[in-house]
């Protein structure tokens, strides 16, 4: 069936340093891959996202990659601040079902 | 207006009761979304409204009713619920169903007692 799978679970990094999240899907006809942070007591809020005709997508500090051909999807992000820190979800979207699909989430810490 | 909206914030029933969770939203979205979300886990969905018709139901309790009144409201009616059930229960929309953002709203706190 239709999974996500997202590493690592928990992240911490210095402030300043970079993050990586990565995520795997498993329908190769899923063709949309949002990310979305949940602070704590908020709602999801995307913060990008990426189609499957597309390689790499980049917004400020911010970037996704995405390799078809593996099934990956990255979370790049660079200069972490403190408020950085949160709960970041990956997602997938399957045509056939209309439906997303989330990773089990990576609690981000960003220590000052 | 760029937001999803839901009432309450808070709600606890007993076991017996019937309540509904409300979402709106004003943004033309045409597709709707119920989904549940338990603490430290990712938001699971229940069902998908496209205009005002559900296309999705995964295999949610009975005790779980959805309604979509019209393209801009989405009921989720509660009854007979268990203890297990209380979860925070998030609306969001999109313009379509695939290949688009979903906007959340922030969610009633469902406890069961």
């Known amino acids: 069936g239709e999974n996500v799978e997202q590493h690592p679970s928990t992240l911490s990094v210095q402030e300043g340093d970079s993050a990586v999240i990565k995520c795997t899907y498993s329908d190769s006809a899923s063709n949309y891959f949002p990310w979305y942070k949940q602070e704590l007591g908020k709602r999801p809020q995307l913060i990008i996202d990426i189609r499957s005709n597309v390689g790499e997508k980049k917004d400020q500090r911010i970037a996704v990659t995405l390799n078809k051909t593996a099934k990956h999807f990255s979370l790049h992000i660079t200069e972490t601040q403190p408020e950085d820190s949160a709960v970041y979800f990956c997602?997938?979207?399957?045509?056939?079902?209309?439906?997303?699909?989330f990773g089990a989430g990576t609690r981000l810490f960003v220590k000052a | 207006d760029t937001e999803v909206t839901q009432t309450p914030k808070h709600l606890v029933m007993g076991m017996t009761n019937k309540k509904s969770l409300k979402c709106e939203q004003h943004m033309g979205h045409r597709a709707m979304y119920w989904y549940k979300q338990k603490a430290k886990k990712p938001p699971e969905l229940m069902f998908v409204y496209s205009y005002e018709k559900l296309s999705i139901n995964e295999s949610v309790p009975s005790r779980f009713s959805p309604e979509c009144p019209n393209s801009s409201l989405l009921n989720l009616h509660l009854h007979a619920l268990q203890p297990e059930d209380s979860a925070l229960y998030l609306c969001?929309?999109?313009?379509?169903?695939?290949?688009?953002?979903?906007?959340f709203g922030p969610g009633t706190r469902l406890t069961v007692t």
């Open positions: 969001a929309s999109s313009q379509q169903t695939v290949s688009s953002e979903q906007y």
């Open positions: 997602a997938a979207t399957y045509t056939g079902g209309f439906k997303t699909i």
